[in-house]
């Protein structure tokens, strides 16, 4: 029988994190589970939706690394995203409509606490309208970078890691020179989910293993 290697330190540590972090969400009622590659959460997260399901896809960099959108769209099911640059715009704002109304929505979060608890800061509010309510089913999905201890932590991570990078990825600057009504517009509205909301049949957190998004 093959001996198994141990972990390196880092490996260890996130590992560690991770699952107590998990732990954390299935103790507030979420389904929550830990896997080490991307590989196996793709695996996870095509378990959990059904294939005539319609899929509602938010705007997550963590999605499209993982290459989920191009599965469910090669397994046949009916995928609304609004990132997709092959229609056209008015396709595209349709797409952000029907995710609330699909039967599975799919995105990532910006931070999630040591104890179980989701944060998210919106612009416009489509990715945690939909998280939250319509789909019965909502999945996240996310990497070890984005575990944090408290929700104080989690919104500074958000409002001075993950948003200014975001807004780079889009082709505007956000730095010390920033309005405050562009900060507004930025950070409109912010979710604090202690637990499933009440209105989910099944609410997903699926912990990755490796450094996914932003």
Same mark, same amino acid.
């Given at each position: 029988?093959?001996?198994?290697?141990?972990?390196?330190?880092?490996?260890?540590?996130?590992?560690?994190?991770?699952?107590?972090?998990?732990?954390?969400?299935?103790?507030?009622?979420?389904?929550?589970? &830990?896997?080490?590659?991307?590989?196996?959460?793709?695996?996870?997260?095509?378990?959990?939706?059904?294939?005539?399901?319609?899929?509602?896809?938010?705007?997550?960099?963590?999605?499209?690394?993982?290459?989920?959108?191009?599965?469910?769209?090669?397994?046949?099911?009916?995928?609304?995203?609004?990132?997709?640059?092959?229609?056209?715009?008015?396709?595209?704002?349709?797409?952000?409509?029907?995710?609330?109304?699909?039967?599975?929505?799919?995105?990532?979060?910006?931070?999630?606490?040591?104890?179980?608890?989701?944060?998210?800061?919106?612009?416009?509010?489509?990715?945690?309208?939909?998280?939250?309510?319509?789909?019965?089913?909502?999945?996240?999905?996310?990497? &070890?970078?984005?575990?944090?201890?408290?929700?104080?932590?989690?919104?500074?991570?958000?409002?001075?890691?993950?948003?200014?990078?975001? &807004?780079?990825?889009?082709?505007?600057?956000?730095?010390?020179?920033?309005?405050?009504?562009?900060?507004?517009?930025?950070?409109?509205?912010?979710?604090?989910?202690?637990?499933?909301?009440?209105?989910?049949?099944?609410?997903?957190?699926?912990?990755?293993?490796?450094?996914?998004?932003?």
């Amino acid at each position: 029988m093959a001996e198994t290697k141990p972990l390196d330190p880092e490996t260890w540590f996130h590992t560690k994190r991770a699952k107590a972090c998990v732990e954390a969400l299935n103790k507030v009622g979420f389904t929550a589970v &830990y896997v080490p590659t991307r590989e196996e959460a793709v695996k996870a997260v095509l378990e959990h939706i059904p294939q005539g399901a319609s899929v509602g896809i938010g705007g997550s960099v963590t999605v499209r690394e993982l290459g989920l959108h191009e599965a469910l769209k090669a397994r046949g099911n009916v995928v609304y995203d609004h990132w997709d640059q092959s229609v056209s715009s008015e396709e595209r704002a349709l797409a952000r409509d029907r995710q609330i109304t699909a039967d599975v929505f799919l995105s990532s979060t910006n931070a999630v606490t040591m104890k179980g608890t989701l944060i998210n800061i919106d612009g416009t509010g489509n990715r945690v309208a939909s998280m939250i309510f319509g789909p019965k089913v909502s999945i996240v999905v996310c990497g &070890y970078n984005k575990i944090v201890a408290d929700v104080e932590e989690g919104l500074r991570r958000v409002r001075e890691y993950a948003a200014p990078i975001n &807004y780079k990825r889009l082709g505007r600057e956000f730095d010390e020179k920033a309005t405050d009504i562009e900060k507004a517009k930025a950070y409109a509205i912010t979710t604090i989910l202690e637990s499933k909301p009440g209105g989910k049949e099944k609410f997903v957190v699926v912990v990755v293993g490796e450094k996914l998004g932003y």
